[in-house]
């Protein structure tokens, strides 16, 4: 559908779904044409048989924008959303507007790949937290929750082994990127965000005060404040 807006499109982390982006979506719409996806294996989305992987849910967007008659979006990624962005605008520019990030981890080797993954014990999970796995089982309707846990934990660990974007990739990225973290974020680390915001060509970085890792933590109104603010001012 033809509009004159903007064309936005939101991308979620890992165990999560499109579904959690509906306040920010909601505070948006009235002046981005939105677009929610959820990545195979996710929310009502069944797993590909092409795999699990970031390239693989990268290639899912660039068949959304086929689908949907875009030509190019900007782009919101929470978490492991935004690395699938990042890894867009490295290699799919074009196609790429403006890049905003949230509580994204870019530092991926084996030591924090593990701190991760032991984390991701779905029996664990059900013990220890069984409200959150009441959580995943209600949002990943297509699949069984579990299972996606478990292959995150795969995912994360081979992001650990092979890092699929390095320094002298961020360096290469022309589109304009806007890094976002929580000044409380625990996973997240200043260090590693500071890192990617220097390598980049076209860059700024926005620290969110009182704010957690969980997107659910983000004040949604300052969030949509510097999303507009980012996508619409010269650089």
Same mark, same amino acid.
């Given at each position: 559908? #033809?509009? @004159?807006?903007?064309?936005?499109?939101?991308?979620?982390?890992?165990?999560?779904? +499109?579904?959690?982006?509906?306040?920010?979506?909601?505070?948006?719409?009235?002046?981005?044409?939105?677009?929610?996806?959820?990545?195979?294996?996710?929310?009502?989305?069944?797993?590909?048989?092409?795999?699990?992987?970031? #390239?693989?849910?990268?290639?899912?967007?660039?068949?959304?924008?086929?689908?949907?008659?875009?030509?190019?979006?900007? %782009?919101?990624? =929470?978490?492991?959303?935004?690395?699938?962005?990042? =890894?867009?605008?490295?290699?799919?520019?074009?196609?790429?507007?403006?890049?905003?990030?949230?509580?994204?981890?870019?530092?991926?080797?084996?030591?924090?790949?593990?701190?991760?993954?032991?984390?991701? @014990?779905?029996?664990?999970?059900?013990?220890?937290?069984? +409200?959150?796995?009441?959580?995943?089982?209600?949002? !990943?309707?297509?699949?069984?929750?579990?299972?996606?846990?478990?292959?995150?934990?795969?995912?994360?660990?081979?992001?650990?082994?092979?890092?699929?974007?390095?320094?002298?990739? =961020?360096? #290469? %990225?022309?589109?304009?990127?806007?890094?976002?973290?929580?000044?409380?974020?625990?996973?997240?680390?200043?260090?590693?965000? %500071?890192?990617? =915001?220097?390598?980049?060509?076209?860059?700024?970085?926005?620290?969110?005060?009182?704010?957690? !890792? *969980?997107?659910?933590?983000?004040?949604? *109104?300052?969030?949509?404040?510097? %999303?507009?603010?980012?996508?619409? #001012? @010269?650089?």
């Amino acid at each position: 559908m #033809q509009t @004159n807006k903007l064309p936005i499109l939101f991308l979620h982390g890992a165990l999560g779904a +499109a579904s959690q982006f509906q306040p920010l979506a909601a505070e948006l719409s009235e002046h981005y044409d939105v677009h929610l996806l959820n990545f195979s294996g996710h929310g009502d989305v069944p797993f590909s048989e092409q795999g699990f992987s970031v #390239q693989v849910f990268a290639a899912e967007v660039l068949s959304y924008l086929e689908r949907h008659e875009l030509d190019f979006v900007h %782009i919101f990624g =929470y978490s492991m959303g935004g690395y699938v962005a990042m =890894y867009l605008a490295r290699h799919y520019p074009e196609k790429t507007g403006r890049v905003i990030t949230l509580a994204t981890k870019y530092n991926w080797n084996e030591a924090t790949a593990s701190k991760e993954v032991r984390q991701l @014990n779905p029996a664990l999970i059900e013990e220890k937290v069984p +409200a959150f796995a009441r959580v995943l089982e209600e949002r !990943h309707s297509a699949s069984d929750w579990k299972t996606v846990v478990s292959r995150t934990a795969l995912l994360i660990e081979e992001l650990g082994h092979q890092s699929l974007l390095k320094h002298p990739d =961020y360096a #290469q %990225i022309v589109t304009p990127c806007m890094l976002m973290m929580g000044d409380h974020d625990n996973m997240v680390s200043f260090q590693e965000t %500071i890192e990617v =915001y220097k390598a980049l060509p076209l860059a700024q970085l926005t620290i969110l005060p009182d704010t957690a !890792h *969980p997107l659910e933590k983000a004040d949604v *109104p300052l969030l949509a404040y510097y %999303i507009r603010r980012f996508t619409t #001012q @010269n650089i």
